[in-house]
């Protein structure tokens, strides 16, 4: 029997957001998921806002955002702050092209490493050992 989508329990939203038990407690605890209230001698229930915040929250954290760049952005969601949230997607955009420089250098750098070990044979010192050595 499936419970109605604004009568779950903690465990059955788990299961519908994708997630387990404890990041719906941590993301409770951060600010990012309300706690519903308990009523008397019951347990809380979550719906189907719950399900969609969590998921959102899911999909920013694929995309880069820190939980702390989430809560911002759950704050803005209203729609009219479309500005704040492109600046900070702005910056997230900033570091992702940073670390995709970085890690283009290191492929450069590995491939050419990988290159010289490919060219010494024998007794000679390797040259991808020699280079950990120096860095």
């Not at 070990?117 to 950990?132: E, N, R």
Request: glycine share 8%.
């Amino acid at each position: 029997m499936n419970e109605a989508p604004e009568n779950l329990t903690i465990g059955t939203f788990a299961q519908a957001a994708g997630v387990n038990v404890e990041t719906i407690r941590f993301y409770q605890h951060r600010g990012l998921l309300p706690t519903p209230e308990r009523p008397p001698g019951g347990i809380r229930r979550y719906g189907s806002a719950d399900v969609a915040r969590v998921k959102f929250v899911k999909a920013a954290q694929r995309l880069g955002f820190s939980l702390d760049e989430i809560g911002q952005l759950l704050a803005l969601e209203d729609g009219a702050h479309c500005s704040e949230a492109a600046e900070l997607a702005s910056q997230r955009l900033d570091d992702v092209r940073a670390r995709l420089a970085d890690l283009t250098r290191v492929e450069v750098a590995l491939s050419r490493l990988v290159d010289e070990c490919h060219v010494h044979q024998g007794k000679v010192s390797c040259p991808l050992i020699a280079a950990l050595h120096d860095w």
